[in-house]
């Protein structure tokens, strides 16, 4: 049995030991005692609130019961928010008015576009109403590829989608400005096969801006999820061995270095926006989150060390599932990694962060968008998610525009804090008997694709049959029939279709000129380290045959070296990818 | 010798798709391949991140009807103007390029799309049974066209063969005496791969040689379309000196299609090639593909065979007939934990054969393993490929597909 057999085993266990307890709390008086006497020093710790128009709130729902079974199914099966199993929430007070005052912020809005520079002043642009700083980078398709802007046949690519970044210097331009050390900045970079060179981009110009001693009180998120790249996104550079020891070197530097940065993202969005089911999301999601603390372990490094550092990233569209997705998803997290990992309660919590879904938006009378993402932000609020981006209403057509990348972000604020659902209790949702009805319903199906997986090999294994993928391309070749058919109703455009014809909507893209200074700016970097490049590169070279830490070596090489010099010196000695239809 | 005639039926048309370069987005261009191919279409598909030459070469050696690409992050007015340049660069401009991008794409680019040369795009919500009839229209009878150069005038020939019609005669155009390998196996066994690592070793070991690879992938059997899927997974067919031709079996169950005869002739005939490797669809207990035409003529001068280790024990291991046939057998997948009792059992049963059949234990999903190598060796050795003066020059790769 593969591991994730293990894990589905354990889930098993833990559902049979709840109820165990239950009839135990009915038929055990002294155990029924204890409960209830605990039961009541909880809800006499709750502390109480109230609505703006005076209606008296708790700050945390409970369930409204004195039944001892009814207690033990909630302590155990659901958790206290910040407890084990997670259900309800993976810290004790999340959103909540009082929470704001602390400086936490679910809130984060990713932008990226043109050139540093352009990014930087967008950055500049969302920035100034948070009340923390939260900057979320997208990059443009070479830098994702790993190629350099001056690579045959990108310029056209060049700050499309994303910002451009070749080199330490347009990382430096990327961040001007802003105070990263502070303890309420958070910087995301989506960015995954080149995540140790982008990385090191980013250490390197923080060093040269705020001084060496100040690296280590970084605080941010990168992506460098390769396995769901394989599975889904299809941004894969070197074989599949390869990228995730590039990926294991640099979780294993950040731990002790950057202590504050979450080295890996475990990510199911682009596995949804291919086409997954949700139930296909969580799955996969979680089973590379598995494999990732599996091949971590098994290099020696300490689950209660590494297991904080590791966050998930869910999508989040408009099936039924997603009202509980993020709590099912945690619940399974933690019981696997406490019973078959052995982790301690900090490397048991799953960290989300979820994005709206950008599949679910359409072209047609695209301002109806709005209110799709406005649906699925509250969806993912429900789960409690950590932190969470909103989808702009234009995507369909362009990177968003200012004017509604500040739509989506004004929709976060009109949740948490305009409207009273978010601000006053917590929990206000969590416990009624259809969440609880999809949460079993989902939580079976995750671990019925375990098993398949298990019997396939686990995770990898099956990834090299393809299985992830099929699937995947299954699930997304059945809603695009379904759309088609009409079975899945989509307002505007297989229902109550106005015809009217697409509006013109300003478009966010890079000039020409833009994309030629880029390859200039380029240029003159390789210009004015053409002596010292060679070395750096030959430096890495030997250190990647003889199997050291690459991530050590690249926070060097990315001094003098582009983005493409450094992909191209690493292929050289690892090969490359073989994609797989 | 003289070429083969196959029997004439209705030509499917052939259609390549693609994904520009820099660009991972899929999720579109599986289903658009799964619909045409329901609708009878072969579709020739390339994969993501596509360099434009990467393209412009497929479609040419393809001899496809027509290009598709969806484009999805953006720069595609520029991407989709430098295909249809490099098209016409080689006198292949005949060859219409369409494409979508779901709402990437707007109506102001798309007018400037087609001036550019773009023959169409599709917007998002165009219904399918739209998109099938404009790429039906893209239709045209399979006859030799003067104007056609280089790889397209053999490309050409290779489409007459396998529409049934006469094939033409191809000018010789180089001075080479190929060496054709039918490579056979069933189907999971990694043969893609493997006919990938060794197209690498090629590459690396004759520094002015073309090599040609004929792959024969199973036609749907009711709607006659296919998805050739191939190229995907070809990283080191990305060459000038590779030539690579997708054929759909279009109803033969011989493991190849019927016009394979036909191609390889017209293959050995060019001179191009100092080495053609024809892969057949995945077989093994009941037949060789190769030596099943021409009346008993082997098709072709050697034949490898590969297999996985998990191919069910002894008494299956017994049932395969190309492995009494086969000149070179390769074990595959040599990671497996398998592959120690694997090899064991295949040499055992290659013994019993008598003859001179060397077992090569490979792992070709590893970049530069010596399993590769070896077989390598051994096939360059009998195929009589000498290193050419200067010795060994590294293969062409670039960093990207």
Redesign the interface.
Known sequence: MSQLGKIADAVGTYNRFVAAEVDRARADAAYAAELRARWAGIRSAVGTTQSPSGTPLPRLALPDTDEPGAIAEYLLGQGLPGEFPYATAAYREMYLDTAARTGEEPMRLFAGLGLAEDTNARFKYLSRHQRSLRLSTAFDGPTLYGLDSDHAGVLGKIGEGGVAIDTVEDMGRLFAGFDLTRPDASVSMTMNAPAPVILAMFIAAAKRRFGPDRVASLRGTIQADMLKEVQAQNEVIFPVDASLRFLCDMVEWCVPNLPRWYPISISGYHIAEAGATPVQQAAFTLSNGFTYAGLLRDRGASVNQFGPRLSFFLDCGLDVEYLVLGRVCRRIWAIGMRDVFGADAKAQVLKLHTQTSGRSLIAAEFQNNLTRTAVELMLAYVNYTNSCHSNSADEPFTTPTERYALLASHGQSILLEESGLFRHTMNLFGGAPGLLALERQVESAILGVFREMDTLGGVIAAMEQRYQRSKIQESGHRLETQIYSGERPIIGLNKYVSHEPLPHVPLARTSPSKQRLQVERLRAFKRKHAKRAPDALQRLENVTRAGGNVFGELVTTVETCSLGQITACLTGVVGQFRPMV | MAVAKTPRRPAPLRILTAV????????AV??IN?ELARHGIEII?L???Q???AIARAAVQEDVNAVGLSSY???????FR?VVAALRRGGNGDIPVFGGG???I??ADERAMRRQGTDRIF???T??EEIVAAIRGYSRPARPNPRFRGDRVLARALTIAESGGRVPAVKRTGPGRSFVVGIAGPGGAGKS?LI?ELTSRFLRHQPAGRIAILANDPSHPGSGGA?L?DR??A?YAQDDRVFFRSLATRGSLTGLSAAAPAAIELLRRSGEFDLILVESVGVGQESDPFRSFGGGQPLVDATLFVLAPHYGGLIQLQKIALLNGADYVALNKCDHPLAKVAKAEIQARLDQNGRDQRLHATTA?K??DPGVDALFSALAQRADLAPAAGGERPCR?E???
């Open positions: 520009p370069i820099c660009d991972g987005h899929d999720s599986t289903t799964l598909y994969g993501y991140h360099a434009v030459e992050n953006g720069g595609h007015i520029v991407f430098e779901g709402g990437t707007t109506r917007f998002a919500g219904p399918l791969t990938d998805i899927g995907v997974s990283i999903a970049h530069f790769l960093v990207t597909p």
